[in-house]
T-cell receptor
Framework: AQTVTQSQPEMSVQEAETVTLSCTYD???????LFWYKQPPSRQMILVIR??????QNATENRFSVNFQKAAKSFSLKISDSQLGDTAMYFC????????FGTGTRLQVFP | GAGVSQSPRYKVAKRGQDVALRCDPI?????LFWYQQALGQGPEFLTY????????KSGLPSDRFFAERPEGSVSTLKIQRTQQEDSAVYLC??????????????FGPGTRLTVT
């Protein structure tokens, strides 16, 4: 069975600062995909960033980057220059044959 | 273009009633997914369609849950004889690609079901 663990239920960061959200997962598959999805308050879930497990290079998407450690099964998300619009629930997701979501980290960005 | 839409946005049902939740995916998207999101939890996979074929229904919690996508576009999730534990947000997602691999899934706003 695949599991995704997000050990930080809530985090806060000041605007313009950097924050890192943690995620660990467990899967017996060798080929899989990892995602971070964002669910803003009362708004739809959207994809933040994607990482293919066979790629060693960490994915980056503007202010968002990941630290992917395959051996440790760790997949953290770093948000640089945090903005008020980054306030949301963030889900770490593993995909082998279906999306498996973590329980989420609620991020609050303060002015 | 239009995103994924779901209706109704909110549904209150009395225990024992049947409900039907609708999902309109993005036009041309082959794959369609249903998820159940309990309060304070991450979404959990329910079922997956490729066009009109239901290829995976392993996440449906009981035989009271039934999903269909008869013409490969709009999908309906039906819950018979609703129970209080069915209260959740039901999310629909669609993607352009085939399978549940790397393609981005586009999510709808969800239907919040409350069973009283």
């Amino acid at each position: 069975a695949q599991t995704v663990t997000q050990s930080q239920p809530e985090m806060s960061v000041q605007e313009a600062e950097t924050v890192t959200l943690s995620c660990t997962y467990d899967t017996s598959e060798n080929n899989y995909y990892l995602f971070w999805y964002k669910q803003p308050p009362s708004r739809q879930m959207i994809l933040v960033i994607r990482q293919e497990a066979y790629k060693q290079q960490n994915a980056t998407e503007n202010r968002f980057s990941v630290n992917f450690q395959k051996a440790a099964k760790s997949f953290s998300l770093k948000i640089s220059d945090s903005q008020l619009g980054d306030t949301a629930m963030y889900f770490c997701v593993v995909n082998t044959d279906k999306l498996i979501f973590g329980t989420g980290t609620r991020l609050q960005v303060f002015p | 273009g239009a995103g994924v839409s779901q209706s109704p946005r909110y549904k209150v049902a009395k225990r024992g009633q049947d409900v039907a939740l609708r999902c309109d995916p993005i036009s041309g998207h082959v794959s369609l997914f249903w998820y159940q999101q309990a309060l304070g939890q991450g979404p959990e996979f329910l079922t997956y369609f490729q066009n009109e074929a239901q290829l995976d229904k392993s996440g449906l919690p009981s035989d009271r849950f039934f999903a269909e996508r008869p013409e490969g576009s709009v999908s309906t999730l039906k819950i018979q004889r609703t129970q209080q534990e069915d209260s959740a947000v039901y999310l629909c997602a669609s993607s352009l690609g085939v399978g549940q691999g790397s393609y981005e899934q586009y999510f709808g706003p969800g239907t919040r079901l409350t069973v009283t």
